[in-house]
């Protein structure tokens, strides 16, 4: 029965399912940090030569290569951004009980590499403590279907459904997501159940939505998991192996953003991985997808910088200064000027518009799923990146620009899932170079 029911779902999960080995011949298992290896090389060809390539079946406007000019720089900009105290401490509860089967957010494997390093309340500025978990989503639907509203309301819309002890302060700068060694049937499960949403089985949706949208509308949300999932599994092929000596050649590249913790890549990883266009292709509509959720929400960044301040009374510090001058260099760009992601051409099938709703209500599904994920690390990066796309949905589906106002989770969620999109963009072509002259060989 399991059989036929993965052959009936398969068509419908190509592009995101490169973790098992069904017919495309995949050859590793990903999980916000889990791996496994199998035999066999991926399908389908090097994007080397296709950098002309528009990916119009994203909605798309750009060019690969045009999107490779400028991700390095973002990339730059976004590591410096994501460093401040503003968007480095993600408030998240990690405790939370998985809703679907039993699940404890223990972990798992076999080395440390999953456990998170909190911080302590006390060490945090006062102007910057939040109250609210910035991964919840339980505001995050109503205001698609009224124009007449801001995104996410008032700072008090959060969920109260969790204890104040149960929240804590991830500091992402000390837990870069890179390989756990995170695996077993537990991992296994929750991306079946995220298979299963997807493919509108499984865990089932509160209500339907009709229309009669077009093909090219209805696999945009698939799309866009899968350009997470390829963006997930580039982070893990690149920081593969703890590097004691620091001598890695990605220390040179600018994506790492901690000078006390660098990687080797796991090259054999990502030559398999990177091998199909299909899933690079994703990533990159998923990146122009989120940049232009950025580009849409950047007056209201700018319009307000003294909100990132960390100094008393909310005085902006030398280091908020530096913040205000990365955030304009960045808004303020030619990358956020030119077309990336479209979304009147979206709009243009008469019944897109009711697809929207049913993404939001899939992707707070999936969200909540990240709570069934028995890895901490893992957990905490899957709520925040899961967080980040459903705040970019809302953003870039919104009717009225103008009227959008982003919380504090919102902001901090985009703007680092941004900078893990920058990466992964850039490790694709940094990695073929350092791949073709360095290998690493794990010590037992």
């Given at each position: 029965?399991?059989?036929?029911?993965?052959?009936?779902?398969?068509?419908?999960?190509?592009?995101?399912?490169?973790?098992?080995?069904?017919?495309?011949?995949?050859?590793?298992?990903?999980?916000?940090?889990?791996?496994?290896?199998?035999?066999?090389?991926?399908?389908?060809?090097?994007?080397?030569?296709?950098?002309?390539?528009?990916?119009?079946?994203?909605?798309c406007?750009?060019?690969?290569?045009?999107?490779?000019?400028?991700?390095?720089?973002?990339?730059?900009?976004?590591?410096?951004?994501?460093?401040?105290?503003?968007?480095?401490?993600?408030?998240?509860?990690?405790?939370?009980?998985?809703?679907?089967?039993?699940?404890?957010?223990?972990?798992?494997?076999?080395s440390?590499?999953?456990?998170?390093?909190?911080?302590?309340?006390?060490?945090?500025?006062?102007?910057l403590?939040?109250?609210?978990?910035?991964?919840?989503?339980?505001?995050?639907?109503?205001?698609?279907?009224?124009?007449?509203?801001?995104?996410?309301?008032?700072?008090?819309?959060?969920?109260?459904?969790?204890?104040?002890?149960?929240?804590?302060?991830?500091?992402?700068?000390?837990?870069?997501?890179?390989?756990?060694?995170?695996?077993?049937?537990?991992?296994?499960?929750?991306?079946?159940?995220?298979?299963?949403?997807?493919?509108?089985?499984?865990?089932?949706?509160?209500?339907?939505?009709?229309?009669?949208?077009?093909?090219?509308?209805?696999?945009?949300?698939?799309?866009?998991?899968?350009?997470?999932?390829f963006?997930?599994?580039?982070?893990?092929?690149?920081?593969?192996?703890?590097?004691?000596?620091?001598?890695?050649?990605?220390?040179?590249?600018?994506v790492?953003?901690?000078?006390?913790?660098?990687?080797?890549?796991?090259?054999?990883?990502?030559?398999?991985?990177?091998?199909?266009?299909?899933?690079?292709?994703?990533?990159?509509?998923?990146?122009?997808?989120?940049?232009?959720?950025?580009?849409?929400?950047?007056h209201?960044?700018?319009?307000?910088?003294?909100?990132?301040?960390?100094?008393?009374?909310?005085?902006?510090?030398?280091?908020?200064?530096?913040?205000?001058?990365?955030?304009?260099?960045?808004?303020?760009?030619?990358?956020?000027?030119?077309?990336?992601?479209?979304?009147?051409?979206?709009?243009?099938?008469?019944?897109?518009?009711?697809?929207?709703?049913?993404?939001?209500?899939?992707?707070h599904?999936?969200?909540?799923?990240?709570?069934?994920?028995?890895?901490?690390?893992?957990?905490?990066w899957?709520?925040?990146?899961?967080?980040?796309?459903?705040?970019?949905?809302?953003?870039?589906?919104?009717?009225?620009?103008?009227?959008?106002?982003?919380?504090?989770?919102?902001?901090?969620?985009?703007?680092?899932?941004a900078?893990?999109?920058?990466?992964?963009?850039?490790?694709?072509?940094?990695?073929?170079?350092?791949?073709?002259?360095?290998?690493?060989?794990?010590?037992?």
């Amino acid at each position: 029965m399991v059989g036929v029911r993965l052959l009936i779902i398969l068509p419908i999960l190509l592009g995101i399912v490169w973790q098992i080995s069904f017919n495309y011949n995949t050859s590793i298992a990903l999980l916000f940090g889990y791996h496994s290896t199998e035999s066999g090389d991926a399908d389908g060809l090097s994007l080397k030569n296709g950098t002309n390539i528009l990916l119009e079946e994203g909605f798309c406007q750009r060019t690969i290569g045009e999107v490779d000019r400028d991700a390095r720089k973002i990339a730059g900009l976004l590591n410096k951004i994501t460093a401040h105290p503003y968007f480095r401490y993600f408030r998240v509860n990690l405790e939370k009980s998985c809703p679907y089967w039993e699940a404890q957010a223990t972990c798992s494997c076999e080395s440390r590499n999953c456990q998170v390093c909190t911080c302590d309340e006390r060490n945090l500025p006062e102007s910057l403590k939040y109250p609210f978990d910035m991964s919840d989503l339980s505001s995050a639907n109503h205001h698609l279907l009224d124009g007449k509203r801001s995104l996410t309301g008032t700072e008090d819309e959060g969920s109260k459904e969790s204890s104040d002890n149960d929240i804590t302060y991830v500091d992402l700068i000390r837990n870069p997501e890179a390989n756990t060694g995170y695996s077993g049937p537990m991992a296994a499960r929750v991306w079946k159940a995220i298979y299963d949403e997807n493919s509108g089985v499984g865990i089932p949706l509160k209500d339907g939505a009709g229309g009669t949208a077009n093909h090219r509308e209805k696999e945009l949300f698939r799309r866009l998991l899968s350009g997470l999932h390829f963006s997930i599994t580039m982070h893990v092929a690149a920081f593969f192996y703890n590097d004691t000596a620091g001598d890695s050649p990605l220390r040179a590249l600018g994506v790492i953003n901690n000078p006390n913790i660098s990687f080797y890549p796991n090259c054999e990883m990502y030559k398999r991985i990177s091998k199909n266009d299909a899933f690079v292709n994703n990533l990159y509509i998923l990146y122009q997808f989120i940049l232009r959720a950025v580009a849409k929400v950047k007056h209201g960044l700018l319009s307000d910088l003294d909100s990132f301040n960390s100094g008393l009374n909310g005085i902006a510090t030398e280091e908020d200064k530096r913040l205000h001058g990365e955030l304009r260099e960045l808004l303020g760009g030619t990358f956020f000027q030119a077309p990336t992601f479209d979304e009147t051409k979206f709009f243009e099938t008469p019944d897109a518009r009711l697809l929207v709703p049913r993404m939001m209500r899939m992707m707070h599904n999936i969200t909540t799923l990240m709570d069934c994920v028995t890895c901490e690390k893992c957990r905490a990066w899957g709520k925040l990146e899961t967080k980040g796309l459903a705040t970019a949905l809302n953003v870039v589906m919104h009717p009225s620009a103008d009227k959008i106002v982003l919380n504090r989770g919102e902001k901090v969620t985009l703007i680092n899932l941004a900078r893990q999109l920058a990466i992964s963009v850039q490790n694709v072509r940094d990695l073929s170079v350092v791949c073709e002259n360095f290998s690493y060989v794990a010590k037992n």
